[in-house]
């Protein structure tokens, strides 16, 4: 597994700035390990409605470009990639609105699950993936209101949506 460049995680985490270089390297630690278990990892500020990338799929980083508005990079992404059936309710619960009424200490984490359109060549029968996004709330303000979390998307395809088809 390859670790995150400390230096590097200053840009994504501005709170890991002016920290001990172990503290900041425990979080880089942290960071790429989450990074090998989902395929898109982002970090999300809610207060402005940003994103930075931390992993993320080569065609969808293509695709939004420059684009640092996060409620604009997930609409571009919900339009190319997620099935038609799914992209409301995608976009209802991974909306900024959502997200900052519901994370909180006692619900630190907002999930869906959709469809994906397959990116690899040779697409077979079901050209979809099933994916689950996930938030998880990363830090609080002095009102206990979200400030930051960490999006992260996990291929299910064949898993449990695969044992409901049989």
Not at 1 to 14: F, Q, R, T, V
Not at 54 to 78: F, K, M, P, W
Request: negative net charge; aromatic residues 10%.
């Amino acid at each position: 597994m390859e670790s995150m460049d400390p230096e590097k995680l200053g840009e994504i985490l501005p709170e890991a700035a002016g920290r001990s270089s172990e503290l900041v390297e425990d979080w880089a630690y942290i960071i790429s390990s989450l990074s090998s278990l989902f395929f898109s990892t982002y970090y999300l500020n809610l207060e402005q409605d940003t994103f930075r990338a931390v992993t993320q799929l080569r065609r969808v980083g293509d695709l939004l470009g420059n684009e640092v508005n996060c409620t604009a990079a997930l609409q571009i992404y919900a339009n190319h990639f997620i099935h038609p059936d799914d992209r409301e309710l995608y976009l209802q619960t991974i909306s900024m609105e959502n997200l900052r009424g519901s994370l909180r200490w006692w619900q630190p984490c907002v999930a869906v699950e959709y469809r994906r359109l397959e990116d690899e060549p040779g697409i077979p029968d079901d050209p979809w993936r099933w994916v689950r996004a996930s938030v998880v709330l990363a830090r609080t303000g002095p009102d206990d209101l979200p400030l930051t979390a960490v999006y992260v998307a996990q291929d299910l395809t064949g898993g449990i949506h695969d044992q409901r088809r049989a």
